[in-house]
């Protein structure tokens, strides 16, 4: 079946830092979504993208449809300890009618 | 304006007993999804529905598991004859149209002895 592999699979890094992150599929999408999960929490949706080429920002966050429709990017600027979790990128192929979870990318940052 | 919720939020239970999860979902969104998240992994994706229509059950692991949706607003998703290797949490989700952005609850934790 599809998967959304994203990379790195895990990432610790110091206070202040920036940080970047990727997925990737195999399959063209026409939406990405990236969501943030706390440990026993529901993944909470962080930015929506619709369009390939589009670059969307939400505070510290940046995130970017590439253009290939097959991959997306997420970056966090000058992280704080609360950005702590796991970040999932996810959304349906344009093909099908399911809706897939990237494997996850869990951050921790070292004050 | 609550969000979804879900109940239980714990569940024990023996190798083969029944188990039903509900999820009550924001109100006005036509599109409920249910995911399987395993410890330490990603969501699995279980079934979803749009409306009254019929649901995609193609991503159920087994017929064990069955889920309805009443009215089209609460789920339930059934598991049958629980085995060990279903214990996970189990999340809900649901937005305004199908492919919107899915806003989740806080899930079941399932555990099988």
């Known amino acids: 079946g599809q998967q959304l592999n994203q990379s790195p699979q895990s990432m610790f890094i110091q206070e202040g830092e920036d940080v970047s992150m990727n997925c990737t599929s195999s399959s063209i999408f026409n939406t990405w979504l990236w969501y943030k999960q706390d440990p026993g929490e529901g993944p909470v949706l962080l930015i929506a993208l619709y369009k390939a080429g589009e670059l969307t920002s939400n505070g510290r966050l940046t995130a970017q449809f590439g253009i290939t429709r097959k991959d997306s990017f997420l970056n966090i600027s000058a992280s704080i300890p609360s950005d702590v979790g796991i970040y999932f990128c996810a959304g349906p192929p344009n093909t099908g009618n399911q809706f897939y979870f990237g494997t996850g990318t869990s951050l921790t940052v070292i004050p | 304006g609550a969000g979804v919720s879900q109940s239980p939020s714990n569940k024990v239970t023996e190798k083969g007993k029944d188990v039903e999860l509900r999820c009550d979902p924001i109100?006005?969104?036509?599109?409920l999804y249910w995911y399987r998240q395993s410890l330490g992994q990603g969501l699995e994706f279980l079934i979803y529905f749009q409306g009254n229509s019929a649901p995609d059950k193609s991503g159920l692991p087994s017929d064990r598991f069955s889920a309805e949706r009443t009215g089209g607003s609460v789920s339930t998703l059934t598991i049958q004859r629980t085995q060990q290797e279903d214990s996970a949490v189990y999340l809900c989700?649901?937005?305004?149209?199908?492919?919107?952005?899915?806003?989740f609850g806080p899930g079941t934790r399932l555990t099988v002895l």
């Open positions: 109100s006005g969104h036509t599109a």
């Open positions: 989700a649901s937005s305004r149209e199908i492919y919107n952005e899915q806003f």
